[in-house]
Structure formats: C-alpha cells, structure tokens
Antibody
Framework: QVHLLESGPGLVKPSQTLSLTCSVS??????????WGWMRQTAGQELEWIGR???????DYSPSLRSRVRIALETTKNQFSLTLRSVTAADAATYYC?????????????WGQGLLVTVSS | QPLLTQAPSASGAPGQRVTISCSGS??????VNWYQQAPGTAPKLIIY???QRPSGVPGRFSGSKSGTSASLAISGLQSEDEASYYC???????????FGGGTKLTVL
C-alpha cells in the first residue's frame, strides 16, 4: 500500500518561497501511470487543487497559481516537491501531497497526512 | 456564487439513509467524485466517475448524477460515517478540478 508523507517548514514569511517535499513509500513512482500532485485546504476547510505532474514530464497547474508554482519529480529518490513563490497570507493552508490516477476530474487515491503551513513575518 | 454548491450540514440517526447533494453547471459534461474527510484526517476517495466505489469502500455508499446535480447516498448510517463530504468535478473552461464547499454529516 502506497504511503505519502509531506515535509517542509511550517512557517514561511510573506514574499518568500514555500518548498515542500513528499516522500513516497510502498510503491515506485517510476511504475504505473500515475500523476503526483499537491492539494491544499484552507482554515475554512475549502479544498484547492494546486497541480500535478506525470512521470513522463507532463504537468497541469491551477490557473490561479500557475505563475507561482512548480512541481518536480525525483523518481530516483521516490520523492516529489512543490515550490510556491511569493507567498502571501492567502497561501496559509494545510498542504497535502497526493497520488492521482489521472482522469478529469483527478482521482486522488492516496493522500499524505497533511502539513500545516503558516505565513507570517 | 460558488461553482459547486453543497449544503453545509446534514444529519441522520444510526441505521438511516441520508443523501448529500452537489450542484453546478460544471457537472453537466463531467463525472463527479466524492471524498470523505473524518476530523483531523486527510480526505479519502469514496466515489469516482459518478457511481464507482474504490476497493474497500463499503457498499453502503453510492453515488449518482443527473444533469447538473450529483448525489451521495449513505445507507445504514454508522457513527464512523460522521465526517465532511466533498464533491469534485472538472471545469472545462478553467481547465482544473472544482470542489464543493463540503457537507458536514452528523450522526445523531
């Protein structure tokens, strides 16, 4: 059974860059036709899709975040990452990494436990 | 005006059947997924492609779609079903998934 675990800073200053890593265990990211992506959930419990990347290098990003976000896969380490630039208070949320079976809408069949990120100086 | 609308709350007694609805024009041409989120945990996929259950999800959970609305039905309600339920679909113009605001289900 696949297991995902987020890691990274829980506190980021406004205007700085948020960098998170997701470590995958129980499955190889190089096998199967999955996307690997990120979701976030605000304090008001709203769910927001950030983006996803396939092992073939193709990626989709939320139109509202596309200019600031990048997802990268490191399949040799069985990890993938999220980089979000120029953060503001609106980026404060619990961030989840997810395995996505693809399709439209995405089928997130595995989720990390979530990492709370606060944006404050 | 949210793009996907869900009632904020629902309730039912143990053993009863409850239905949670989701509506929005984006649903019309696209399938709907449902996620269950128990307090303090990550969401879990319980219905995909309108009415399909992933392996391990009890048959008490069923989904349906008609026009621009979708429904999640839970029969034989159990205390462990107390959670928030989110619908999701794809928005063709925005080219991204949409999520409803969630319905918090209370088991009385």
């Amino acid at each position: 059974q696949v297991h995902l675990l987020e890691s990274g800073p829980g506190l980021v200053k406004p205007s700085q860059t948020l960098s998170l890593t997701c470590s995958v265990s129980g499955a190889s990211m190089r096998l199967g036709s999955f996307f690997w992506g990120w979701m976030r959930q605000t304090a008001g419990q709203e769910l927001e899709w950030i983006g996803r990347m396939h092992s073939d290098g193709s990626a989709d990003y939320s139109p509202s975040l596309r200019s600031r976000v990048r997802i990268a896969l490191e399949t040799t380490k069985n990890q993938f990452s999220l980089t979000l630039r120029s953060v503001t208070a609106a980026d404060a949320a619990t961030y989840y990494c997810v395995r996505d079976r693809g399709f439209y809408p995405p089928n997130f069949d595995s989720w990390g436990q979530g990492l709370l990120v606060t944006v404050s100086s | 005006q949210p793009l996907l609308t869900q009632a904020p709350s629902a309730s039912g007694a143990p053993g009863q059947r409850v239905t949670i609805s989701c509506s929005g024009s984006a649903i019309g041409p696209n399938p709907v997924n449902w996620y269950q989120q128990a307090p303090g945990t990550a969401p879990k996929l319980i219905i995909y492609s309108n009415d399909q259950r992933p392996s391990g999800v009890p048959g008490r959970f069923s989904g349906s779609k008609s026009g621009t609305s979708a429904s999640l039905a839970i029969s034989g309600l159990q205390s462990e079903d107390e959670a928030s339920y989110y619908c999701a679909t794809w928005h063709d113009n925005l080219n991204c998934p949409l999520f409803g605001g969630g319905t918090k289900l209370t088991v009385l």
